[in-house]
């Protein structure tokens, strides 16, 4: 079993059945970077569901050329650590640059400790331990955009 059927042991079209009707509805755009594809399908399905828009994207390259075109829109990158090419660390600081108040949440199979000691841990920046549940993602987005929307206050 690879590691994306490891992280979720469902298929994209029964995601939808098991997002709780009564929890709010999320909303905003997210930049999703996955490079393995069952995994970016199945996280792209979940937080649809949870009422999310997502810009789904392979690498870093596209999460860069999709950054540029809906900007404007995006309020939250989710991003593997590691990527082919340029990592989710380096990506993050790139489009920051552009968007300070973009809010991030790193994805990795990497234990936290080694995902940190890698300086990822700044000010809207959270971590998502790799293999994750349909709850704990939908949770952790939320509490992230949440805390944006209350610093607005």
Do not use: W
């Amino acid at each position: 079993m690879n590691h994306a059927q490891a992280s979720l042991e469902m298929s994209p079209n029964s995601v939808s059945a098991v997002i709780d009707n009564d929890s709010p509805r999320g909303h905003g755009t997210i930049l999703l970077v996955e490079d393995e594809t069952l995994l970016r399908e199945v996280t792209c399905e979940i937080l649809e569901s949870a009422g999310y828009r997502v810009l789904k994207t392979r690498n870093a390259a596209e999460a860069a050329s999709a950054f540029r075109q809906y900007k404007a829109i995006v309020k939250l990158l989710l991003t593997d650590v590691v990527l082919p090419g340029q990592n989710g660390r380096d990506l993050a600081s790139d489009l920051r640059s552009v968007s300070p108040e973009l809010r991030i949440i790193f994805i990795s199979g990497y234990p936290e400790n080694a995902v940190t000691r890698h300086g990822i841990q700044e000010d809207g920046m959270f971590y998502l331990p790799k293999p994750y549940s349909l709850q704990s993602l939908t949770r952790k987005v939320r509490s992230v955009l949440e805390q944006k929307e209350n610093e607005k206050t």
